[in-house]
T-cell receptor
Framework: SQQGEEDPQALSIQEGENATMNCSYK?????LQWYRQNSGRGLVHLIL?????REKHSGRLRVTLDTSKKSSSLLITASRAADTASYFC??????????FGSGTRLLVRP | EPEVTQTPSHQVTQMGQEVILRCVPI?????FYWYRQILGQKVEFLVS????????KSEIFDDQFSVERPDGSNFTLKIRSTKLEDSAMYFC??????????????????FGAGSRLTVL
């Protein structure tokens, strides 16, 4: 399968610090997306990067994609306590199906 | 902002019982999905649905599972005879673009808040 696998599994940082989460996948993709999940809730789409893009920004989010290494990273700058959540990468395969990884649980301490 | 709604939010059932989870996707979306998440684990694809038929299904989606769009708004997941290992959070999602066909846009999903199923 081409599930994305995130690391670290869990990350604890102080408010104001940057948080970096990584995702690796196995096969070719159309695009890679990051989603956020608050505890006990559904996933919310954050940002999408296409396979021909290398970097994308959205507010405090920065996503990179390295298709040669089949990896992506999500950087959240100047983190806030409200950023506490689980973050999942999802890869869109050739049939446009989204496959999610295991997620990174981010805790931002006030 | 349009949202995907799911009912019930939590259902407790006895092993072997039938369960139906309901979803109302976003009205102008054409592609519908069910995913599940066992507590603390990854979000797993179950099935995608387009034009009143299943587009794709995973190995998890065996004969115990079925999906239906009984009317113009609801999208349901039925588990015929629940097992203990079916206990999970079930998420419905919908999208404008989707699986199985060439689309101009990427497949961005809007998820519901989930239905927690507990099988005793």
């Amino acid at each position: 399968s081409q599930q994305g696998e995130e690391d670290p599994q869990a990350l604890s940082i102080q408010e104001g610090e940057n948080a970096t989460m990584n995702c690796s996948y196995k096969t070719s993709i159309n695009n890679l997306q990051w989603y956020r999940q608050n505890s006990g809730r559904g996933l919310v789409h954050l940002i999408l990067i296409r396979s021909n893009e290398r970097e994308k920004h959205s507010g405090r989010l920065r996503v990179t994609l390295d298709t040669s290494k089949k990896s992506s990273s999500l950087l959240i700058t100047a983190s806030r306590a409200a950023d506490t959540a689980s973050y999942f990468c999802a890869t869109e395969d050739s049939s446009y199906k989204l496959i999610f990884g295991s997620g990174t649980r981010l805790l931002v301490r006030p | 902002e349009p949202e995907v709604t799911q009912t019930p939010s939590h259902q407790v059932t006895q092993m072997g019982q039938e369960v139906i989870l309901r979803c109302v996707p976003i009205s102008n979306h054409l592609y519908f999905y069910w995913y599940r998440q066992i507590l603390g684990q990854k979000v797993e694809f179950l099935v995608s649905f387009y034009n009143n038929e299943i587009s794709e299904k995973s190995e998890i989606f065996d004969d115990q599972f079925s999906v239906e769009r009984p009317d113009g708004s609801n999208f349901t997941l039925k588990i015929r005879s629940t097992k203990l290992e079916d206990s999970a959070m079930y998420f419905c999602a919908s999208s404008e673009a989707g699986t199985g066909r060439k689309s101009s846009g990427a497949n961005v999903l809007t998820f519901g808040a989930g239905s927690r199923l507990t099988v005793l």
